[in-house]
C-alpha cells in the first residue's frame, strides 16, 4: 500500500488483485469504517459481494452516523459530523455510491451540487447572556502569549506531545480567548485532552483557520447522517450481495502468533445469544472495529434522564480481549479507562409548534422553516454553566418529519456542572429540564419557558460516556497499526485504529482505516489519497498567520531605520509580494 496525490492516481482503474479471487472478508461492527472497507473491497479489489460478510451486535447498520425516530419518544441523533471539502477519502467512496434523492446522481454530486446552492456559514456563532450577541466580531483577540502557544505546539514533534494534556502546553491567555471558545466547542475538546491530538488537528485544518469564527469551513448534508449517508452505502453494498448479520456479537478472535508473522484464526461471536464461529485461513480476512464512541450510550426521553451506564462495554472488552494476547494491539485502557474524562451528554429537541422556533430565528438570522441553512453550525452560549451549544441544520432534517416541526440538536460539554436555570447537572436532567435550560439561554421570558418546555417541545437526552475517548492522551503504540506488522489476514479499523495519517473524529478518519486496510490485504495497486497538504504550503499558512493575528500587520522589532531598509528590499521579492497579499505588511510600513 501507498499514499499519493494528484489526477494519475484519482482517476486510475486498478487492476484486479490476485487474492481477490481466493478472499473472503468479514467485518466486525457496521459503523462507517466497515461500510467503506466492504465498499472498497467490492469496487476497487473487485472481491464479489456475496462473500463479504459484516456482524453487527446492534440491529442498524452506521455505528456513530446515527438518525432515527423512536416512536415513544421522538427524534434522535446522538452527535452531528462536521464535513468539508479535502476528504480525500470519504469523497472518493461516494463517488461510487448511487443518491437516493437525485437519479442519475452519487451522494457526492448530490451533496457538492447541495453545498454550491446553500453554501453554509453562521450568522452568530456565540451568545451570552440570554441569546445576546456576544460580540467576538469574528475575532480570535490572541495576544503575543496565546499566538507564542499555537506557534510552539505547531512546530513541536509527536514526540514531544505525547501523553500531555492540552493545558499543559497552552496557557491561561489562550484558555480564556476567542480561539479556544471556538475550537473547544467546534471539537468537543475539553482542556484535560491530549496535547498531540490538538496538534494534528492544527496541522489537518490549518486551512479553515479563517472559517472558524463564522463556521464557514464546514459542510452539511441534507438530512440526518443515517439518511444522507449510511442508508444509500448500505444499501449500494446490499445490492453488491454484501451479507449484514445483525443482532450479532463478536466476542473474540484467536490468531496464530510468530514473531514474524501473524494470522487470525477464528473468530468467536454469539449471534441471537447462540454461540458460533468462522475458522480463518489465510485468505479469509477479518477487519476489526476496535472500541466506540457511541458505546454503552443510554436514552432518556422528555420525563426521564438519560444513565450514565457505566457496566460492560462490548466494543471495548473484544478490543481488551484482543490486546491483551499481543502489545501490537494496542491499549484499550488508555481510551475507556476514564470516563469521567471521556464522557458528555447530547440532546435532540423537536419543536411542535411555532412558538419557539422564533426564538431560534432571532438568533439564527434566517427562517429555520426555510429548506435552507438554519444556524450553520452550532451556537455557543459562552456564559452557560453547562458549555451548551446547539444547531439546526437544514429542516426537515428527517424525511419523516412534519413540515410545522424544527429538530435541534443539543450539548454540554460539562454535565457534572448545575445549569443557569435548572440549577441540576446536565447528567441528571430529563429531556424537559434539558429544554428548560436551553430556552434559558435562548432568551425565552423566564414566565414562559416552563409551559413551552412541557407543551411545544420533546426531548430526547443521551448520555455517551466515552464519546471523546480518543482524544486522552496518549502514546505512540497505544492504537495499534491499521494492519499489524507481519499480519496476513487482518486489520484493525475505525476511530482507535493508527494510520500516522489524518486526524481522528472525523467521518474521514473512519473511511481512511478502511480504504487502507482493503489496500493492504489485497494489494490494491492504487495509491490511497494522501491527507490534504494545507500544511505544507506557505500561503495556507501565511493566511493563517494573519486570521490568527485578526489581519493585524507584523511588528518588526528594532530601529525604524532598520525596519524600513528591511522591509523596502523585501518589497521587490516574492516573499515581499505575499506577506502583504496575507496583510502581514503594509505599504505604509515600507515608506
Known sequence: MYYSSGNYEAFARPRKPERSDRAIAWFVGAGLASLAGAAFLVRDAQVPGERITILERLKLPGGAL????????????????????????????????????????????????????????????????????????????????????????????????????????????????????????????????????????????????????????????????????????????????????????????????APTRKQATRIHWLDHGRPGHADLGEDDLVFTTIGSLTENSDEGDHHTPARLDQGPAPAWDLWRTIAAKDPAFGHPEVFCGNIPASKWESATVTTLDARIPRYIQKIAKRDPFSGGVVTGGIVTARDSAWLLSWTVNRQPHFKAQPADQIVVWLYGLFVDKPGDHVHKPMQECTGEEITQEWLHHLGVPEADIPELAAEAARCVPVMMPYITAFFAPRHAGDRPAVVPEGAVNFAFIGQFAETGRDCIFTTEYSVRTGMEAAYQLLGVERGVPEVFNSTYDIRTLLAAVSHLRDGAPLDLPGPAFVRNRLLNRLEATEVGVLLQDFDLIKDEQQQ
Open 66 to 257: 446515527d438518525g432515527i425516530k423512536e416512536p415513544k419518544k421522538g427524534f434522535v441523533i446522538r452527535g452531528g459530523r462536521e464535513l468539508e471539502d479535502h476528504m480525500e477519502c470519504l469523497w472518493d467512496l461516494f463517488r461510487s455510491v448511487p443518491s437516493l434523492e437525485v437519479e442519475g446522481a452519487s451522494v457526492l454530486d448530490e451533496f457538492y451540487w447541495l453545498d454550491k446552492d446553500d453554501p453554509n456559514r453562521s450568522l452568530q456563532r456565540v451568545t451570552e447572556d440570554r441569546g445576546r450577541d456576544a460580540g467576538t466580531n469574528g475575532l480570535f483577540a490572541l495576544g503575543d502569549r496565546a499566538q507564542k502557544d499555537i506557534v510552539k505546539v505547531f512546530l513541536a514533534t509527536r514526540e514531544e506531545l505525547e501523553g500531555k494534556r492540552i493545558d499543559e502546553v497552552f496557557g491561561p491567555e489562550f484558555l480564556a480567548g476567542n480561539f479556544w471558545l471556538y475550537w473547544r466547542t467546534m471539537f468537543a475538546f475539553e482542556q484535560w485532552h491530549s496535547a498531540l491530538e490538538m496538534k494534528l488537528y492544527l496541522h489537518r485544518f490549518i486551512h479553515h483557520v479563517g472559517g472558524l469564527p463564522d463556521l464557514s469551513a464546514l459542510k452539511f448534508t441534507r438530512y440526518n447522517q443515517y439518511e444522507s449517508m449510511v442508508l444509500p452505502l448500505t444499501r449500494w453494498l446490499i445490492d453488491q450481495g454484501v451479507v449484514f448479520r445483525f443482532d450479532t456479537e463478536v466476542t473474540d478472535i484467536d490468531f496464530d502468533l
